[in-house]
DNA sequence: CATACATATCATCAATTAGCCATATGATGA
DNA sequence: TCATCATATGGCTAATTGATGATATGTATG
């Protein structure tokens, strides 16, 4: 079961769209429902221009679908697999999240005292 | 249920051990059980430093675990909750493989006559 | 048509990341 | 103790990546 190499990189490049905190951030707040780039942006403390170009991004990827109304692009959560996978990325946080806090490779040390 | 900020550093920096080609393959080759890092090594057409380096990686982050043989230092997948998230990631590329494929973000594009 | 608002795109740059190679360390057996 | 094999570590470099700011594009309204 150990897959093709074109698929493997397949597979990290779809695992790119959750590994970075900008693009996490935006497909957590999706989950509670669909929003604006602006809505997003607000949110999640990013400016406009970014929000929309990770949205491009995860567009692309399939993880995100949008919807226009008038001037607003509505953006939501592509699927309920994508939804499911943000759910398992939780329960393993939980068994590991003290171990990754002491992790000093990707941004650094994140502090272990705001871990849940 | 937008988590706070210091959380989804944490979400996003555990889903980097998925994100890279080299550190995929690896959780994807002990996906059928234990291995020693020479195997993976063998196995992925990585250098024995590579994979010993993105091993510490994956053990740090506790997503691998290790247990020491002799010489030889045998790797694991470290939950069945990591099992999960590979399961998971197949389910959705399944549904969007064939447009990642197109995207040229992350080591250029990746050939779609090789996707399954 | 002009203006306002929302969104998308692009060039640039700084920071980050992954792999190589040499080498160090640990375990085993003669 | 030494040779061999397995694994871990560190310095260096090239390639990659993410954010900014300016600007372009699309839609709505008066």
Partial sequence: MYDAPVNLELKAKMFRGFADP???SILESL???EKT???ISDLIDQSQSNVS???SCLKECGLVVSRR?????HYSIASTRVQRLLNVGDLILDEVGDRICRCVRYNGQTSPTDFK
Same sequence: chains 1, 2.
């Fill in 37 to 39: 780039v602006n809505a």
């Fill in 69 to 73: 109304e008038g001037k607003n692009m």
């Fill in 22 to 24: 900008t693009r996490l």
């Fill in 31 to 33: 989950r509670s429902g």
């Fill in 53 to 55: 170009n990770h949205l």
